[in-house]
């Protein structure tokens, strides 16, 4: 026996609203007489989020997207009416020019991209052997569309609004709590290599943390709670705790080294990161940030040291510095957010606003924009000489197959598991176009008959191990009411629309499979190779070196794409990865701190370090051999530089960083 599902209050509460929106989004859509209404129904499920702060951003993107893929079938399909042929191509060639601008825009507005390229195909290939009725047709799909997603948004929005807050706070207090642990157990005394091992995984977790919280406050202008007026804190706080990364991971970096050069942390420097470790206690007073910045000054100015040692000790003071700094900040933004959440006033933006730093590998995204433009045009090929009228479905298929997994590493699993789907929403399609629909003579009756069905769907949809199965099921069963006209539907029209569907959808798989699939390690690779290209270029230009924040973000980011795709290999690999990717951030930040800081310094030696930087990056980029044998006693002579005027100590950071992180197994001795 089957056993019933068990959904939970959530669950049941999603599939509850989602199928009320649905409905009401039918009932107006046929009572204003449109042509279509199940688009409206779909659509209400589309929408859909347990959150309604998603759901409302949704609808505005796909609202969006909706209104330009009408736009674009209103201009194309007049000028190419009279060539069936090239109007597929320009049909095509839109889908995959809006799938590439989706695909380099990662945040939330990507949807009204990859919307305004499969609504043009939705709309305008049935279109194509018809095009008298283009104007009509695409302001009708317009009309069902954006009813269905007026209707998602207020029913999400007014009953039993689910609030983006909990989620978030909850997103940013664990992260505050790995990022406060992690340098707790750094500067506390008993901190040692065994406690650095233990962290590893969270450290990971820090820089997935910090990307979904960059993801989320995309949708926090739209949550229904009092969220929505602390936008600037929680981008502020991420900002914030994306900059905290590198200052810690080059802390944990420069102990090490002070262990292998001393025998161990040296008393001067542990009493430090003690008075470091009691600045991060809310308590703290006020002044004690200040003793911090006189002890690393003493510290730094005892010349009983080696100059390695002295280098060492002003690294680690500074980043004990920044570190208690960036954590007051932290915790002040988390102050704000809390007291925006408790109804006060909104709170002041305490930095400027920064923009998405977010990774995209543009040689990808060009793959995946010829995949679904190949796929299309294979589509139309068949079509067109077949002369099959059913041959427009197979079309609309391929393009929003294409587009619909084009964020995947390797899209043909899944695009098999929605085919599965597909293929059992076959005879529920039937037993309702053919054997339902023609019973229900009024509203009443007809929700009554697709209420199971879909209030189940509903339920697996918020489910996120079953919702990519619900959702081949869910669009193979509303998809069929939308596309097909009910009162008119017999087996032969059924059969034709359905087997058009599943073969668009496989030669969407098929020329994935072919042109876009890539391996999880080809991947990593090129995350690896655009870091070295933005090192060449931060090396190269001073400004982009100073918008090292954007960087760090950027890594990040990295970071959280690195940890899925190398959790399958072996054990050690995800570690090496995210240890690969933070000695990046490192570097990253060192340049950054040396081109800020490059006046204090001799001109013709900083330039030529920076120039052999940038040969040496660019080379790792394009899988050449670097030849670093020159850098390390650059990077030793303008460090004895600086040791011998406290003029240049600004710079003392960056060239620590850079010698530990390009020759970490280097003597201890400078050797200019």
């Keep these: 026996m089957i056993a019933r599902p068990r959904f939970s209050r959530q669950e049941w509460l999603f599939s509850l609203k989602s199928f009320f929106a649905a409905m009401l989004a039918l009932y107006l859509s046929s009572r204003f007489g449109l042509p279509r209404p199940f688009w409206s129904m779909m659509t209400a499920y589309i929408v859909a989020h347990p959150l309604a702060g998603h759901v409302r951003s949704k609808s505005l993107y796909r609202l969006c997207g909706t209104v330009l893929g009408c736009a674009a079938t209103v201009v194309l399909i007049p000028s190419l009416s009279g060539s069936p042929v090239l109007l597929s191509l320009a049909l095509a060639l839109w889908v995959g020019s809006c799938l590439y601008l989706s695909l380099m825009d990662r945040s939330a507005r990507s949807y009204a991209f990859m919307l305004g390229g499969y609504s043009a195909a939705l709309i305008g290939f049935p279109l194509v052997d018809a095009p008298a009725a283009m104007f009509d047709t695409a302001v009708a799909r317009t009309e069902e569309i954006a009813l269905g997603i007026v209707c998602a948004s207020l029913v999400h929005s007014i009953v039993l609004p689910a609030s983006l807050a909990p989620s978030l706070l909850g997103l940013i207090d664990r992260t505050l709590g790995d990022v406060r642990r992690w340098a707790g157990d750094l500067m506390s005394p008993g901190a040692d290599d065994e406690t650095g091992n233990r962290l590893a995984q969270d450290r990971r977790r820090i820089a997935t943390d910090i990307t979904q919280l960059r993801l989320l406050a995309t949708h926090v202008p739209f949550d229904t709670g009092g969220l929505r007026w602390t936008r600037h804190a929680v981008g502020d706080l991420h900002d914030g705790l994306a900059a905290l990364t590198p200052s810690l991971s080059a802390l944990e970096d420069r102990l090490a080294a002070l262990r292998d050069a001393t025998g161990g ?185 697709i209420a199971p069905l879909f209030l189940v769907v509903g339920g697996y949809l918020a489910r996120p191990a079953s919702s990519l199965t619900a959702l081949g099921m869910f669009f193979g069963v509303a998809g069929t009411l939308a596309l097909h006209d009910i009162a008119s539907a017999d087996w032969v029209s059924f059969l034709e629309g359905n087997l058009a569907l599943f073969a668009g959808a496989l030669i969407a798989a098929r020329a994935t499979a072919i042109v876009r699939s890539v391996s999880s390690e080809w991947s990593v690779q090129r995350i690896h190779r655009a870091t070295w290209r933005d090192l060449s270029e931060m090396a190269a230009r001073p400004k982009r070196a100073l918008a090292r924040d954007a960087f760090t973000g950027r890594m990040l980011d990295r970071i959280a794409l690195l940890v899925p795709r190398t959790a399958g290999g072996p054990a050690d690999q995800a570690g090496e990865a995210a240890q690969l990717a933070m000695r990046e951030i490192r570097m990253g930040a060192s340049i950054g701190a040396l081109q800020q800081h490059r006046h204090l310094l001799p001109e013709m030696p900083v330039r030529e370090l920076l120039a052999a930087l940038e040969r040496a990056f660019l080379a790792r980029a394009t899988e050449s051999p670097p030849r670093l044998d020159a850098l390390l006693p650059q990077i030793d002579r303008l460090l004895a530089l600086c040791l011998a005027s406290t003029a240049c100590e600004p710079a003392v950071s960056a060239l620590v960083g850079l010698r530990r992180d390009l020759f970490p197994s280097a003597p201890s001795d400078l050797q200019p």
């Design 265 to 449: 942390v040296p008393d001067p420097v542990a009493r430090v990161m003690a008075q470091g470790c009691a600045c991060l206690d809310a308590d703290a007073p006020p002044g004690a940030l200040d003793g911090v910045r006189a002890a690393a000054r003493a510290e730094g100015a005892d010349r009983r040291n080696s100059s390695w040692v002295r280098a060492l000790n002003i690294d680690v003071a500074a980043h004990v510095d920044e570190l208690v700094a960036g954590w007051r900040w932290c915790n002040a933004l988390r102050v704000d957010i809390a007291a925006g959440l408790a109804g006060h006033a909104p709170p002041p933006k305490r930095g400027e606003a920064s923009r998405p730093v977010l990774h995209v590998d543009r040689g990808l995204a060009l793959r995946s924009a010829f995949t679904v433009v190949l796929s299309t045009c294979i589509a139309c090929a068949a079509w067109i000489f077949s002369g099959w009228r059913a041959g427009s479905s197979m079309a609309m298929a391929a393009a929003v197959f294409c587009s619909f997994f084009a964020t995947m590493d390797d899209p043909v699993p899944g695009m098999h598991k929605f085919l599965v789907a597909l293929l059992w929403s076959m005879p529920v399609s039937a037993f309702y176009i053919l054997g339902v629909m023609p019973l229900a003579h009024d509203f009443g009756m007809l929700v009554l008959c």
